[in-house]
């Protein structure tokens, strides 16, 4: 069975400061995927970013990057110059090509202070 | 534009009354997905159809049903048999992981139905 553990329920960042979310995962599959999904106010579900596990260098989409520790099991959320838009609830996510299921952690709520 | 429609965005039920959320998609995709989002447990799964007539249980299935008729279409009906009905559902849709290029199952998601039992 796949778990994901996000173990930040509320986090807050000033903005234009760096903040790091965590996630920590757990599969017995040796081929998976991991996203950090976004779901801002109006519930709206986007994709932020995806690591293949089977690649060892960090995903990075502008201002968002992690640190997929494959090891570990841990693959964390950095964004960088946080803006106001990045107020969310952000959710970790584990696919698995066997289970073919997506399993989302609880997720952390950011709040982006001005 | 291509995406994933899901209506009505809100939705009152008495209790003991059948409830059908509607998932509509035009990206031609073939897996389809429901989810429930209850504060504090993310989000958990409820039936899944990889292609048109059939699906599968996921997580939390009883008192929910779907249909699969259509490969756009993927109805929910909330039972009276779902002892806590009260949620926000999400539906998402995806290509086959045996399909395209997309092998890692990228979801999207629809807008979502708010259910309240009143």
């Known amino acids: 069975a796949q778990t994901v553990t996000q173990s930040q329920p509320e986090m807050s960042v000033q903005e234009a400061e760096t903040v790091t979310l965590s996630c920590t995962y757990d599969t017995s599959e040796s081929n998976y995927y991991l996203f950090w999904y976004k779901q801002p106010p109006s519930r709206q579900m986007i994709l932020v970013i995806r690591?293949?596990?089977?690649?060892?260098q960090n995903a990075t989409e502008n201002r968002f990057s992690v640190n997929f520790q494959k090891a570990a099991k841990s693959f964390s959320l950095k964004i960088s110059d946080s803006q106001l838009g990045d107020t969310a609830m952000y959710f970790c996510a584990c696919y698995g090509g066997a289970t073919n299921k997506l399993i989302f952690g609880t997720g952390t709520l950011l709040a982006v202070q001005p | 534009d291509g995406g994933i429609t899901q209506s009505p965005k809100y939705l009152f039920r008495k209790e003991g009354q059948n409830v059908t959320l509607s998932c509509e998609q035009n990206l031609n995709h073939d897996a389809m997905y429901w989810y429930r989002q209850d504060p504090g447990q993310g989000l958990r799964l409820i039936y899944y159809s990889q292609i048109v007539n059939d699906f599968q249980k996921g997580d939390i299935a009883e008192g929910y049903s779907v249909s699969r008729e259509k490969k756009e279409s993927f109805p929910l009906t909330v039972t009276s048999a779902q002892k806590n009905p009260t949620a926000f559902y999400l539906c998402?849709?995806?290509?086959?992981?045996?399909?395209?290029?997309?092998?890692?199952?990228?979801?999207?998601f629809g807008p979502g139905t708010r259910l309240t039992v009143l």
């Open positions: 690591q293949e596990a089977y690649k060892q």
């Open positions: 998402a849709s995806s290509i086959r992981r045996d399909r395209g290029y997309r092998a890692d199952n990228e979801q999207f």
